[in-house]
C-alpha cells in the first residue's frame, strides 16, 4: 500500500459559466519517503492535485470522481475532525506566495508560538529561536519580533518551512515553492526542503515547473496535461526518452536545452499545425 | 519616522475636515431667513435696536470677518448664549451631554455585543444553503426599521400594556444609578437595533473578506479548528471596518439620537435640540451638530491611528480608505 | 483552483443578469413592485384619490368599508397611505437621482484627475460624512425652511458622500489598468475615456449604491418629515403618516401600525435587492473553515 494513492480522481469546479474540469481522471501512486515532482503548465491541474491531497480545494470545487486515499483512508468520506487531525497530523504545505500565507498582523513569533502550542509543543522563546535556526535564519531572535511584511521573500519561505515542519508531517506538498523568490534564494529553499524531508521521512510532492531544478532533486517526475498525469516515471528516463509529445514539447523548451536557430513551439501550437485545431475535448465545459 | 509623519498627517486632515465642517456650520445658520436680530429681539423691537444689536453681533460686517470671529470664540468654547435660557449654550449642552452619552453608550455596547457575533456567525454559514436566509431578512430588517417607528411602536406597547416600565418619566444616573439605567434601558434598547444590524452586516462582510485570505488557506490547511482561526486570524484582521462603523455609530448616538431621545423624553443633547429648532435658537444647533461632527472627526482619528496599531502594513504602505 | 476557473469566476465591475433562484429576492422585488404600483395607483385612479375627501368619522377603527380606519379628519388611511408612498417614493427617487449623477460625475472626475482633485473631492466628502444624517438634514431644514425641497437636499447631501466615495474608488481601480493607461498615451481625449471606460465600468457601483441610497432617503425623508421639518401638510408622506401616528398614538394605533409597516417594508425591500445587486457585483466565495 502506498502512501498517497490518487486514482482516476476528477475535480471539478462550478463557475457562472458552467463547470469546469480541473482533474479529469488522474491517478498518482507515492509510497513512503519518495520524492515526486510533478510538472506542467498552469491550469494542467497540478495544483489541484496537490490541494486534492488534503481535501482542500476552494469552495466552488469538488470530487466528481476517483478516489484520493492517504494512508489508506479515502479523504472523501472523512468527516470534519477526521479531515482537520490529517491536515494537522500527517500533512504539511509549503506555499507559492509565502508572504501572503502568514498572517500580516501577527509577528512571526506569535505564529510560530500558535503552531507550536496547537502540536503541544513548547512555545517558550528559546524553542521558538532553535525551529528558526533550524531553517538556517542566521538571527532568530530579529525576525521572530518581525510582522510578514517586513521579511523578505526567502526568509518567509523559510519560516513557512519552519512552521510546516515543525508539525513533523509524513507529506509534504510543495506548490512551487520558489516562484516567487530571486533566483539566487531558490537553490537554498529548495536545499532546506529536500534536507528537512530526508531528515524526517516525509514523502515530498513538488509542484513544479522548473525541469532543471527537478532532475536535480526528483528521482521521479510525473506529467501533468489538461488534468491528467500523462507520464510518470524516474526522471532520468522521462528527461531522455519522453514518450508523450506534451513532455517533449516541454523537455524542448527547457532553458538548458535551448538551441539558437532552433524554435520552440508549446504543444499546443504542435498540435493545431497538426490537427488544424487544439484539442479541446478534453476540458469539458 | 514614517509612522509619526502618517500621524502628523491624519491630524492634519482630520482639522482640515473640522474647518470644514465649521465652515458648513456657520453659513447654513446665516441662510436663515429673516435677521438675526428681528429673530431675536422680536417684531416689536424698533430699528434702532436692531441695528444696536446687529452691530453687537458683528452681523453688519462682511461674511468672512464674521466667521472670523464666529471661530475664534468657537475654538475657546464659545458658541454664544442660548435664546432659551440666556445661559450659554456649551453650558446648557455639557449639563445634557452625561445623560446623551450614557445612551449611546449603552447603545453601542448591545449593538456590539448583538452585531459582533452575529456577524461573525452569518459569514462562517455564508456557504450553507439557505442557511443564510434567515439571518439576512432578520440583519436586513433591523437596519430597515427606522428608530421613530420602533420606538413608537415601543412606546404604544409599554403604554398600552403594563410592562412596569414608565415611559416619560426619567430619571438621570447622577440622582438613582439603578432607575438611570432603567430608565436608559429601553430607549438604548430602541437605538441598539439598528446599530446591531449595520454591525452585524459590517462584521459579515469584514470577515468575508479576510476569510478568502492566502493565510486562512493556510491555517485551514493545517488542520487548526474553526473556531481558533476565526479567534488569531480572523477577527483582528477583520476589526478595522468594524471599529471605523464604531465611530460613525457612536458620533450618531452622541448627536443624532435625536428622534429617540425625544419620544422617550430623555432631557439629552437631542431633545434640547429639538427644542432649540422649535424656537430657532440657532447657536444651539450650530454647537450640537459641531458637537456630533467633531466627535466623529475625532473618532475616525482615533480609529486610523488603532487601524496603524491593528495592522502594522497601514501605515507603512498608506493603504487606507 | 485552477487560472481558467479563477478567471471566470471574477467578472468584476458589470452586474451579471438577474435571473435568480433566490426566495428573498423574489418576494423583495415582489413587495416594491406592490408599493410602486400602489402609488401609482393612487395618482392615477381617480377613485382612490381620495385622501383629501372626508368619507367617514374621525378615528374609525379599520373595517371593511374603510380597511386602514379613518385619520383625525376622517379620511380614508388607504386613500392617505397611497398618496403618502408616491410622495415618498417620487421624493426619494428624485433625489437619488440627483445624487448618482453628481456623485458619478465626482467620483469619476476624481479618480481621473487624482493629486489634489481627488484630495478636495474626498475631504468635502468627509465634511458632510462627519455629520449624522439626521443633524444634517434638520441644519438644511433650519437654513432654507421646512418642505419637501429642504427633505429633497438633505437626502442628497446626505448619500452623496458614500456614494462619491464609491465610485471614486471603483474609478480609481479602473484607472490603473493598463486599457485606460494605453488609451491616455494614444491621446484619447479625457472626457471620451471617462464616459466610455470608467463611466461603464463604475455602472454596477452606481446601481448597488444608487439601491442602497433609496432605502437611506426613503429613511431621512421618513425622519425629517416625522419631526415635521419634511414634507408639509396637507400632503401626505410615510414619514408625515408615521408622525400623524405617532400625535394619535393612543387613539388611533392603526395610523402608526400602518404607515410604520409599510414604511419598513420599503426599506427592507430597497435593502434586500441592494444586497442582492451587490452580491453578483462582488460574488464573494464562501469559505469552509474545517
Known sequence: MSLIEIDDLVVEFRTPRGTVRALAGATLHASAGERIAIVGESGSGKSTIGTAIGALLPANGGFAGGTVRVDGVDVGTLDRPGLRRLRRETLGFIPQDPIATLNPTMRVGGQLALVVRDLGGDASRAALAQLLEEVQIADPADVLRRFPHQLSGGMAQRVAIAIA??????????????????????????????????????????????????????????????????????????????????????????????????????????????????????VGA | ????????????????????????????????????????????????????????????????????????????????????????????????????ATLALMALGIALL????????????ARRRGGAVGSRVISGL????????????????????????????????????????????????????????????????????VLVEPWIQAAVGRGERPWAIVRHHVLRNASIPILTLAATLLAYLLGGAVIVEGLFNVPGVGSYMLLAMDRRDYAVIQAAVMLAAVVFVVMSVLVELASNLIDPRVSTMGATT | ?????????????????????????????????????????GRLIPGLNDGTTTVGGRFEAPSLAHPLGTDSLGRSLVARLLEGIGTTFLLSALAV????????????????????????????????????????????????????????????????????????????????????????????????????????????????????ALSVAILVEGGLSFLGYGVQLPAASLGLLVSEGNVYLLTAPWILIAAGTTMVLAILAVTLVGDALRDRLEPREAVDLT
Open chain 1, 165 to 282: 515542519m515543525a508539525r513533523r508531517p509524513r507529506i509534504l506538498i510543495a506548490d512551487e515553492p520558489t516562484a516567487a523568490l530571486d533566483a539566487n534564494v531558490r537553490r537554498e529553499v529548495l536545499k532546506l526542503v529536500f534536507e528537512a524531508a530526508e531528515q524526517t521521512g516525509a514523502t515530498v510532492v513538488w509542484l513544479s515547473h522548473d525541469l532543471d531544478a527537478v532532475a536535480k532533486w526528483c528521482r521521479r517526475v510525473a506529467v501533468m496535461y489538461r488534468g491528467r498525469i500523462v507520464e510518470d516515471g524516474p526522471t532520468a528516463s522521462v528527461l531522455e526518452a519522453p514518450e508523450h509529445p506534451y513532455t517533449q514539447s516541454l523537455l524542448a523548451a527547457m532553458p538548458s536545452r535551448l538551441r539558437r536557430g532552433v524554435e520552440v513551439r508549446t504543444y499546443t501550437e504542435m498540435l493545431a499545425s497538426q490537427a488544424g485545431e487544439p484539442d479541446d475535448a478534453e
Open chain 2, 1 to 100: 519616522m514614517q509612522t509619526l509623519r502618517w500621524v502628523g498627517r491624519r491630524l492634519l486632515m482630520g482639522l482640515v475636515t473640522l474647518l470644514g465642517i465649521a465652515l458648513l456650520v456657520f453659513f447654513a445658520a446665516r441662510l436663515v431667513p429673516g435677521q438675526a436680530a428681528s429673530v431675536l429681539l422680536g417684531p416689536l423691537a424698533t430699528q434702532e435696536q436692531r441695528d444696536a444689536l446687529t452691530a453687537e453681533l458683528g452681523l453688519d460686517r462682511d461674511l468672512f470677518t464674521q466667521f472670523g470671529i464666529w471661530i475664534g470664540k468657537v475654538v475657546t468654547g464659545d458658541f454664544g448664549d442660548s435664546i432659551i435660557s440666556g445661559q450659554p449654550v456649551l453650558d446648557e449642552i455639557a449639563l445634557r451631554l452625561p445623560v446623551t
Open chain 3, 97 to 212: 437621482l440627483c445624487t448618482a449623477v453628481i456623485a458619478t460625475a465626482l467620483g469619476i472626475v476624481a479618480a481621473y484627475a487624482g493629486g489634489w482633485v481627488r484630495e478636495l473631492v474626498m475631504r468635502i466628502g468627509d465634511v458632510l460624512y462627519a455629520f449624522p444624517a439626521i443633524l444634517l438634514a434638520l441644519l438644511v431644514a433650519a437654513a432654507i425652511g421646512p418642505g419637501s425641497t429642504a427633505a429633497l437636499a438633505s437626502i442628497v447631501l446626505v448619500t452623496v458622500p458614500l456614494m462619491t466615495r464609491m465610485v471614486c474608488a471603483a474609478a480609481t481601480d479602473v484607472a490603473r489598468r493598463d486599457f485606460v493607461t494605453s488609451a491616455r498615451i494614444s491621446g484619447v481625449a479625457a472626457p471620451v475615456i471617462m464616459v466610455r471606460h470608467l463611466l461603464t465600468c463604475v455602472s454596477g457601483t452606481v446601481v448597488v449604491q444608487g439601491t442602497y
Open chain 2, 114 to 125: 448583538v452585531g459582533v457575533p452575529l456577524g461573525v456567525l452569518q459569514a462562517l454559514r
Open chain 3, 1 to 41: 483552483m485552477t487560472g481558467a476557473a479563477a478567471a471566470l469566476a471574477r467578472t468584476p465591475g458589470r452586474l451579471r443578469s438577474l435571473r435568480t433562484s433566490d426566495p428573498v429576492l423574489t418576494i423583495a422585488v415582489v413587495i416594491l413592485g406592490l408599493l410602486v404600483a400602489a402609488s401609482l395607483a
Open chain 2, 142 to 209: 433591523g437596519i430597515s426599521v427606522p428608530e421613530f417607528v420602533l420606538g413608537a411602536l415601543v412606546v404604544l406597547l409599554f403604554s398600552t400594556v403594563p410592562l412596569g416600565i414608565t415611559i416619560g418619566a426619567f430619571t438621570a444616573i447622577s440622582d438613582d444609578l439603578w432607575l438611570g439605567l432603567v430608565s436608559s434601558l429601553l430607549p438604548a434598547l430602541v437605538l441598539s437595533v439598528f446599530c446591531a444590524a449595520a454591525t452585524a452586516r459590517t462584521t459579515r462582510d469584514a470577515v468575508l473578506g
